[in-house]
């Protein structure tokens, strides 16, 4: 193998050793002599004519189509991030593989945009920045910093560079800020999280109770002979499902379609609608009340009567007329119900409640109602929100009131009824009794004398279980109860009296009784034997991230970045025409313009160029000018920079 000859390292010491002891010879005669003050006579004032022969004019074409195409780059880069983060706006995030391919493609295009910009203006800058020096007296500390002003901050702090080259310390400045955009980009693309929503045809509970041969799931009966049945009352499905709803006072769940997911529904079922009574009636319903207090025990008197509601026995063939006294139908006996109806009948007396005391005899305002079923037409909205129920009945038609099954032996037409009439027995059974205020007597006095000591309430009705007992129409017997057992007027009402308006909302019987047959009708959809399958079109919503692009932000961002870069380059375009040559900040750029043999003698004694430099030669003066041919031409002939 060949081996290229080598310098002897004797000989290399002994040429470095003669260099260093001439430049100290140097140093010692003559020492360099900076002038302080410019005295170049054509500053300011030079042309191509003055050139040196072998001047080389003319703009390198690679230099200005570089910062167009720099320009352009970052142009488009940054139209297509916008165009990137549009086509993923409302779309789903997908896995992680997909979520970093997006942030991938997006961060490469804001970073492509950040250096073809920032390099575009860093062109415009470095034919700015010469043009410049071409024409300004300078110190070379100044253009130390134009030069480095591209990579280091700290050249910002030359306050000469700032005042005399101003516009490309401007344009090395916006190159610096240029990344700020890069950061703003990516945080454009957001992710949310939203409910999606579909809809479809699924098959949703629908309540059978007025549909053709539905009775027979509602209501006993019993066959006898061709086409007659003997009604006998509410199977014990509908019974259980009636008292769950009342006591809870709220719509049993029902199966939903999805864990998210609502419809709507109108469909036919029963309804309680509650009215003032008339005058016939409440003339009735005070004769029944009567015959009832007359049967009570004598050794019990009764004192008050704050609720008392009756089924009424219309449908007794042998008595139908309101003139002749109403029975009572017992609901709890078979043979009982034959003659009922399918109304509710009671009265609710109002007790003076401003008065904390034991006077049981003030009646004020009593209230009589009359609530009767009818057929009516529900349209309820069916939501689902992360699997709670939410119903919300949109409106109810009400029709007229249904017949009770007029015989104990009828025909298929009665059908209908039989399992609305069902309906209605289960409800009434939770709704009639009595509640009031009763004191024993003394069996021995033969004056019926009255032991106050003996005095107690008795609620005697299955009202009691049902959230109905919250009703404000008791509000006066609870508060007499309350201050008969505690004497303290301070507090009317007990804590168990007071969860129970809590549940009642305070609200009024005719109002409580009508929402409590919906609810029950809405709870029987709930089971399956009362429902069918109907075909609906549910709409579902489902959980899912998206991303939501925000372009406001980017066409803020990139907007001042792509205008800055463009003003940089119509400034740099100038320079180029300006200066007539392209120019960079090369070393042989450098070489090429400090040969003057001033600057020689004045930087002998630092070939290195290591820091510090001396002060003296940072603030020598220094200026770019075209050499004159003629005698005395300081620059001999050369363009280039030389000491002003």
Known sequence: METSPLIPTKAHEEHKRDLLEGD?????????????????????????SSVAPGGQFGIYWRSPISMISLFLIGLGSALALHGWYSSLNGKHVGDSNQQQRALWVGTTLAFIT???LAGSIIFAYVQTLWRALKRSVISIYAVDAGFAA????LSFTNLEMLSKLRLASSLALIAWCIPISSLIAPATLNVDSILQYSGQMMN?????????????????YV?????????LGPRTILTRLALATSATGEILRLTPPATNATYVQTFFGPYVQCVDANQSIVGAIDAVNVRRKAAIDPSVKELSNDYFAFVPALSNLNDTSLHAPIQVANLSDVNGALYASNQLWLTIPGSNVSQLNLNFSQIANPTYLTCELHNASYHVNFTWTNGAQFLDVLDIDVFDATPYPTDPSFSAVDEDNMAYSAFMWTLSSQLVGTIGFYQEVSRNDTNIQIIANRTYSEVATNLEQTSLLGTSNLNSHFIKNHFLSSNNASQPFSPARIQDMALARNRTLDVLIPELSSNITLSLISHPLLSVPELTNVTTTSPANIYVYQPKRV?????????????ANVLGIWAYFSNGVSHDNSFWSIVTTTRDIHLSKLNEHERLGALPRQRNVGKTKIVFEVGDMAEGGRGGGRWGFGIA
Do not use: C, D, H, W
């Open 204 to 220: 949703v509970p629908a309540l059978q109770i007025s549909q053709a041969g539905a009775y027979q799931e509602f209501a006993y």
């Open 24 to 48: 100290q010879q140097n140093e010692k005669t003559t020492p360099p002599k900076v002038p302080a003050t410019p005295t170049s006579p054509n500053l300011g004032q030079r042309s191509r």
């Open 555 to 567: 066409f803020i961002a990139y907007g001042i970045a792509i205008f800055f870069a463009l003003v």
């Open 150 to 153: 591209s990579s280091t901050l």
């Open 223 to 231: 066959p006898q002979r061709s086409m007659l049945q003997n009604y």
């Open 114 to 116: 950040q250096i073809s």
